[in-house]
């Protein structure tokens, strides 16, 4: 095996059939760059920052600056051994991915020719000035601004972070040329980071608190604030800068691989660069209103709305720019490139701040914390969308990043509850039992505190596949694997057709019904984002026993019971296959009908019972 470029790479390459196999990860690097040190990481902060307060009158004056410098050096970890993905959406798959690696049939088949140095580095300045001022005795107001400049990564070898203009891609040009392609190295009107650097950002933050009656029993309290934050490690751009290549190619064998040359046309040549006009920096603008009110029984609630909106988020997920419009491809047709708008490149992915996110939610909080019983009771109602993809849920659609991918994220949950409490139980020895010593330490000044949480399912799309794995053939036994074939593109998925509500007429335990899905013919494209289906909710129950004997003033045992999911309430869970739309010339299949959106027996979690005795001293 020496794989696409012949690089001499002495490793056996990387495989995985995505959702459909097992995965062997084994990437590159080991003996790149790193040498006899492997894969490193070498990381160093530095940081001097200082803060200055003033009490002027009922102001209180705050002023302060902070600097960072941040490395990080490591060599890369792509796959310069080569990655196999065997799957039956192959355009040459036998149909089943464990034949498919017998018979070295792959899907896809992606290499790059080398891994490099990412030695990269960033600096902060920033400054603040803010002000407290209880501007009367009921009235307390906060604001203020932070200033910064967020520099942005940048490749300390010098070389710099690689771009590509639009305006200057010339498609006459050879491949080896990288048209339109430009870094630091390469042309020093280009900055070493590829973007240009802000200058300065302004982030005003504003709150107050009012005493409505000047009893301190209502109290209301708001705010803003404006937060501009830093990505987070970010190496793109500096492999295509190094002479680093990246190539794929799509229903071959494992023979074909070997016998295919790097310059062969078949190859698909991916770029992965920065856009040159991108000087954004993600923002999040987050606000609240809150109401507390001191109720009887030594209780208080407070009653808040807490929302925030985050927009300029790094877009390194779903941003190829070179895609391929549904129905482009004409049936049977297999060289993508022909079509792309910036031929003969393959992906072109142009990474920017295009992702957003939205939060909105009410919060309630009732505790008390006095007397022999006290707890803290909160309850919060929310939802959490934005777009798809990059590590905020499964990816949709190349093609429309909003109105494709716009929902609700992986990490939503609609109702979450929980109570923390703890009671001092009676003494029953001292007032029932005779007062004598025995029954005081046998059944006085025992405690009771346990912890109860309960939140809704995970949403059941961004925490799956974009398309439930839709498989099998169409009404007229057209392969759903074939995206070209059915959409007319690769740089989407095939999506069924929502028909009905797929959270009503379903069965004992069952999230999702199947027959609210279609498989769609060529031409038809389906449905993206589907009707907020839930999985299984989560609910756990704690609760600990435990008792003092003290020795002396600053000695003493304790003896603790503790019974953890005490309950032994079972957690449901669906895995992969129950989540799978496969279809027979467009029936479903019984296999589907029978595990689609059920847990069946797939439950976890078990009751946890502990007995200790501590001596503090």
Not at 216 to 222: A, D, I, M, P
Not at 353 to 376: A, K, P
Not at 579 to 599: A, M, P, S, V, W
Request: hydrophobic share 35%; aromatic share 12%.
């Amino acid at each position: 095996y020496k794989g696409l470029f012949k690089n001499g790479v002495d490793q056996i390459p990387s495989f995985t059939g995505w959702s459909q196999a097992g995965t062997v990860f084994n990437p590159g690097g080991f003996f790149d760059p790193g040498g006899d040190r492997g894969l490193f990481a070498d990381k160093y902060l530095t940081s001097i920052a200082d803060n200055v307060t003033k009490v002027a009158g009922t102001h209180t004056l705050k002023f302060g600056f902070y600097f960072e410098n941040i490395i990080n050096n490591q060599p890369g970890s792509g796959n310069s051994n080569g990655i196999i993905a065997f799957a039956n959406w192959g355009s040459n798959s036998t149909g089943n991915y464990f034949s498919d690696i017998l018979t070295g049939r792959a899907a896809e088949y992606s290499e790059q020719t080398a891994n490099v140095l990412h030695n990269i580095g960033y600096q902060t300045y920033e400054g603040y000035a803010s002000d407290s001022w209880k501007a009367t005795p009921k009235l307390t107001l906060e604001y203020g601004v932070r200033l910064a400049r967020l520099g942005n990564w940048y490749d300390r070898e010098g070389n710099g972070f690689a771009v590509f203009d639009r305006t200057k891609f010339d498609s006459t040009r050879p491949i080896s040329e990288l048209s339109g392609v430009s870094w630091h190295g390469k042309d020093s009107g280009i900055p070493n980071s590829g973007q240009k650097q802000k200058a300065v950002q302004a982030m005003p933050r504003f709150g107050f608190a009012y005493d409505a009656f000047g009893a301190g029993k209502t109290v209301l309290r708001g705010g803003y604030g404006q937060f501009t934050f830093h990505e987070a490690q970010l190496t793109t751009g500096i492999d295509l800068a190094s002479g680093v290549r990246n190539a794929r190619l799509n229903g071959v064998t494992l023979a074909e691989v070997d016998a295919t040359s790097s310059a062969s046309p078949d190859v698909i040549s991916n770029i992965d660069a920065f856009d040159p006009t991108d000087t954004k920096k993600p923002i999040t603008h987050s606000f609240s209103l809150t109401v507390q009110q001191k109720l009887p029984g030594s209780m208080t609630l407070e009653t808040s709305y807490v929302g925030n909106r985050s927009r300029n988020l790094l877009n390194s997920g779903i941003s190829n720019i070179n895609v391929i419009p549904f129905g482009t491809i004409p049936f049977g047709q297999q060289n993508d490139n022909d079509f792309r708008p910036f031929k003969p490149y393959g992906n072109i992915n142009l990474v920017n701040h295009s992702f957003f996110q939205n939060y909105d939610s009410l919060q309630m909080l009732l505790s008390r914390q006095t007397g022999s019983v006290g707890y803290m009771a909160a309850y919060t109602f929310s939802k959490v969308r934005g777009v798809r993809g990059g590590g905020q849920g499964a990816s949709s659609d190349n093609l429309d990043l909003r109105g494709n991918n716009y929902g609700v994220l992986a990490y939503d949950r609609t109702h979450v509850f929980s109570i923390a409490y703890n009671i001092f139980l009676p003494d029953i020895g001292k007032n029932y039992l005779g007062d004598n010593m025995l029954t005081r330490a046998l059944f006085d000044g025992w405690q009771v505190s346990g912890i109860t949480s309960m939140s809704s399912g995970a949403a059941l799309q961004p925490n799956s596949s974009p398309n439930f794995n839709i498989r099998g053939t169409n009404s007229l036994g057209q392969p759903l694997n074939n995206v070209r074939n059915i959409v007319g593109t690769p740089d989407t998925t095939v999506q069924p057709i929502v028909t009905c509500d797929p959270r009503k007429g379903n069965g004992k335990d069952q999230y999702a019904n199947p027959n609210c899905f279609a498989a769609p013919l060529r031409g038809q494209i389906g449905t993206y984002i589907f009707p907020y289906m839930k999985g299984p909710a989560f609910q756990n129950h704690d609760l600990s026993f435990f008792k003092n004997f003290n020795i002396s003033e600053d000695k003493r045992f304790q003896f603790r019971f503790s019974a953890y999911n005490f309950l032994n309430h079972p957690l449901k869970s669906l895995t992969a296959e129950n989540l799978i739309l496969e279809y027979n010339n467009g029936q479903l299949t019984q296999d589907t009908l029978n595990k689609f959106g059920r847990y069946t027996e797939n439950k976890f979690g078990r009751r946890i019972i502990q007995l200790a005795v501590k001596f503090y001293f």
